[in-house]
Nanobody, 122 residues
Framework: QVQLVESGGGMVQAGGSLRLSCAASGRTFSSYAMGWFRQAPGKEREFVAAISWSGGSTYYADSVKGRFTISRDNAKNTVYLQMNSLKPEDTAVYYC???????????????WGKGTLVTVSS
């Protein structure tokens, strides 16, 4: 079992930055790939970024490439999402998840956090 708790969401102006954190409990954190997903109002949840268990591989949605960076610290059981150059269309609830990731289109997540809201104003 892995429990995930996101933090770091909030309101920011367009062009600003936020860093999301996801703290995991459980001894098996380092064996999971970790991902960030988001769901905007009225839209389906979508993939944002993911990182392999070792941190050696990362994956990004085209919409965030060059602006967002995912990283993890297995010693701290934490995964991060640094978000720069934020746009109003980045407004969403951001979820952290643990599971298996092969690509932005092929993944299976076993555990989910409850989400943190990011609001980007224009």
């Amino acid at each position: 079992q892995v429990q995930l708790v996101e933090s770091g969401g909030g309101m920011v102006q367009a062009g600003g930055s936020l860093r999301l954190s996801c703290a995991a409990s459980g001894r098996t954190f380092s064996s999971y790939a970790m991902g960030w997903f988001r769901q905007a109002p009225g839209k389906e949840r979508e993939f944002v970024a993911a990182i392999s268990w070792s941190g050696g591989s990362t994956y990004y949605a085209d919409s965030v490439k060059g602006r967002f960076t995912i990283s993890r610290d297995n010693a701290k059981n934490t995964v991060y999402l640094q978000m720069n150059s934020l746009k109003p269309e980045d407004t969403a609830v951001y979820y952290c998840a643990a599971g298996t990731v092969r690509s932005p289109d092929y993944y299976g997540m076993d555990y989910w956090g409850k989400g943190t809201l990011v609001t980007v104003s224009s």
